[in-house]
């Protein structure tokens, strides 16, 4: 494909942008430079709250709208919302118990805001530590159930987190958006809050049509937005059936996979 036809790339962040500890590299930064200099958007989007990706518009001069929990916000790299889609309140408290129903812990965003009822529970220290901002601990979610933009399932059980998922799916249907955005992670949004809705938003906003746009990630979630581009492509890190989903595949996370992919597949 012939780099004079990409003129947006969508990069997932988690597993893909970053390495494993978190690390935007230089390579990185610098591959975005260079799709910069060759006149190609560069957006991100990423299951994270806004105020979790702020620290990355400063290193890629981000200037495209940002797309926090999967596309269920969207925000300016001011942090300015420009809109938002949240979970319709009369499902919230039913998402919660059916996840909580598969013996897995469940944290909820409203707003700037994270929720969690076990400060000490899987991944809440991580997260707290990538995203740079601690939650919040309620006893009940029963006062913040209103106007949230994801709830998450969070185990290190994997085959839980995935029935969680599918118990979403075949209760909800197509009224809320369920995916998994890591093993560990199954996430419930807005069911216009997912990665294809947000392919499908920038191709609008910047009036480029899908064929002309690529997309990059390494989770089930990605392969949404791989439908509505032109160039997929998948970190060697992805699983096997994420990899079989995209037209490319390169390194992984931990060897420059998405400066290479720049290099390799957008800017050769």
Known sequence: MASQQIRLFLADVDGTLVTQEKVLTDRAIAAVAKLKQAGILFAITSGRPPRGMSMLVEPLQLTTPIAAFNGGVFVRPDMSVIEQRT?????????????????????????????????????????????????????????????????????????????????????????VSAARSQPYYADVTHPDANKGAVARYL??????????IATIGDQPNDVLMFAHSGLSIAMGNASHDVQEAARRVTTSNEDEGFANAVERFILR
């Open 203 to 212: 191709s609008q906003v910047y009036s480029i049509p899908p064929e002309q």
């Open 87 to 175: 979970i319709p309140e009369a499902l919230t408290p039913a998402v919660i118990d059916v996840l909580g129903g598969h013996g897995i812990d469940v944290w909820v965003y409203r707003g700037a805001d994270w929720f969690v009822q076990n400060l000490h529970g899987p991944h809440v220290a991580r997260e707290a530590w990538t995203v740079k901002f601690d939650p919040t601990l309620v006893d009940s979610y029963a006062s913040v159930s209103d106007g949230v933009a994801k709830v998450v399932g969070v185990s290190d059980d994997y085959d839980a987190v995935q029935k969680a998922v599918d118990a979403v799916r075949d209760r909800f249907g197509d009224h």
